[in-house]
């Protein structure tokens, strides 16, 4: 194993089985024993392998369903693989989407405080962190109303900003920019690009071509749960658009 | 931190706030305390605190075990979209519980001391934390087997408040234990909080110490029974995301 590897992925397999008929309760259960239950196999991921370097901008596109989310979750350890290895160096943020947790009727402060809290931080961690969190969030008139108050950019910033200070060294990103406005998102990809250069891994999951071609290393491209080019940004992204 | 949240959004907005912790379980004492002290049990001058013992003993494990089964679905949101480990959730749902719990004791003791005059001596008071500690024990063993099994049954928590119910009868909170004939003792110690209120009794108000061989067969029992609740946990844990 090569200590510059930051994630290896090798041969990874999903397959969701969706029963055609919900038993969810007890009743149910009882009413259909002895009928034998139905399944839908769905295959999300097919023998995927890949490695990502330490420092690597790592982008991930392809349609909708074609197994990118559910990649990512297995990375992220919230989902099982059925089969294959994961390989992970270095600290992973167990996370894929910003702000998880949050809740619409609490402060943003607190929020800060949950979703820090969430993410692994100490109470005394976030103490020190949340000038610098609210500083980049630029919400500081807005801080102590509730979130729900809030408009959704806001609440991304917020979330963006407490997302950031939780320290790991490879971060996911499943469609995390969508609303902020292009200052914001410039503020990230700045944040990005310091996070690489300190050594750090970012694997960012969007449908936004343009952004994922200007700023990653390497893109995967996946369609039906498996990887149809895996290489360079331009000519992968440029293949993607030649679909349309 | 998340049994806070837990805490401030349940009362929040209700100007009793806090306080409908404890109204709930002396709602039911003063009503119970009323019919029964009058009609049945009048030679009994210590009934009073015996059936204060019982219920919030009972309602400590009510709450707990009910909290503890929901608790993995009720966090759905934030399981799937980050990782985290599932027996941290359960446990936290309890803190809630035991909150509610330790103020119930105050007013407890409260009555305790300056009603009755009883002041139980160290020896005892320990006795009893260990019988609570018990309590919660078997709490978390229901909780752990059923938090998974509630994601696929979503009504195993009516057929628990069902079976509470049931047990709450068959447990000697509104009678004494010595009311039960000979005959059907042995089938009420099948019941493990049967044994839990009556020791607690007993080291509270009655001052003794109740029959160690009993407590001794009862953590024999408790221990291999939280070892396969965990083990059991870890194991229907694994894929349990998928399906919520």
Redesign the interface.
């Known amino acids: 194993m090569n200590d510059q590897i930051a994630i290896g992925a090798y041969k990874l397999s999903k397959t969701?089985k969706i029963p055609h008929e919900h038993n969810?309760?007890?009743?149910e259960?009882l009413v259909s024993l002895g009928k034998s239950m139905t399944y839908e196999t769905f295959i999300a991921l097919d023998e995927v392998s890949f490695e990502i370097a330490k420092g690597e901008f790592f982008g991930i596109i392809g349609r909708n369903g074609s197994g990118k989310s559910t990649l990512l979750k297995i990375l992220?350890?919230?989902?099982?693989a059925d089969k294959g290895t994961i390989i992970l160096n270095g600290s992973i943020a167990?996370?894929?989407?910003l702000g998880?947790?949050f809740?619409p009727?609490?402060s943003g402060k607190?929020n800060i405080?949950?979703n820090g809290?969430?993410?692994g931080l100490s109470?005394k961690e976030i103490d020190k962190k949340y000038k610098s969190i609210l500083e980049f969030s630029e919400l500081e008139r807005f801080i102590h109303m509730k979130l729900k108050n809030l408009s959704s950019g806001m609440q991304v910033r917020l979330a963006f900003a407490t997302s950031i200070n939780a320290d790991r060294e490879i971060l996911l990103l499943d469609e995390v920019l969508a609303v902020g406005d292009l200052g914001f998102q410039k503020k990230c990809f700045d944040v990005f690009h310091n996070f690489i250069k300190n050594g750090k891994t970012i694997v960012f999951v969007s449908h936004n071509i343009d952004a994922v071609r200007k700023y990653s290393n390497r893109v995967l491209y996946l369609e039906t749960g498996r990887i149809l080019h895996l290489g360079d940004p331009i000519t992968v992204c440029n293949q993607y658009l030649t679909q349309y | 931190?998340?049994a806070k949240?837990d805490l401030?959004?349940r009362y929040?907005g209700s100007w009793l706030g806090i306080i409908w912790v404890f109204l709930k379980p002396f709602c039911l004492f003063l009503i119970l305390n009323f019919v029964f002290s009058h009609l049945f049990f009048k030679d009994t001058p210590t009934y009073s605190i015996r059936l204060l013992v019982g219920l919030v003993l009972w309602s400590f494990f009510a709450e707990a075990s009910m909290n503890g089964m929901i608790s993995l679905l009720a966090k759905a949101?934030?399981?799937?979209?980050?990782?985290?480990p599932k027996w941290l959730i359960i446990v936290s749902s309890s803190i809630h519980s035991s909150l509610a719990f330790f103020f119930n004791l105050i007013i407890l003791f409260i009555f305790l001391f300056f009603y009755y005059h009883i002041y139980p001596s160290l020896l005892h008071i320990l006795a009893f934390l260990l019988y609570v500690s018990l309590i919660y024990g078997i709490s978390l063993v229901f909780s752990f087997f059923t938090a998974t099994l509630y994601v696929?049954?979503?009504?195993?928590n009516q057929?628990w408040e069902l079976l509470l119910q049931v047990l709450f009868y068959a447990s000697p909170i509104i009678y004494p234990f010595t009311a039960v004939p000979a005959n059907v003792r042995s089938l009420l110690y099948l019941n493990p909080m049967t044994l839990l209120i009556e020791h607690s009794r007993i080291a509270l108000i009655d001052n003794g110490i109740a029959r160690l061989d009993h407590l001794l067969i009862f953590i024999c029992i408790f221990i291999p029974c939280l070892l396969v609740s965990i083990w059991f946990m870890n194991k229907t844990s694994?894929?349990i995301?998928?399906i919520m």
């Open positions: 969701f969810d309760t007890f009743k259960r992220a350890g919230i989902y099982t167990p996370f894929l989407e998880v947790g809740n009727e609490l607190d405080y949950l809290t969430i993410l109470s | 931190m998340l949240t401030k959004m929040q949101h934030i399981l799937k979209k980050i990782y985290m696929k049954l979503r009504d195993l057929i694994r894929k995301i998928e």
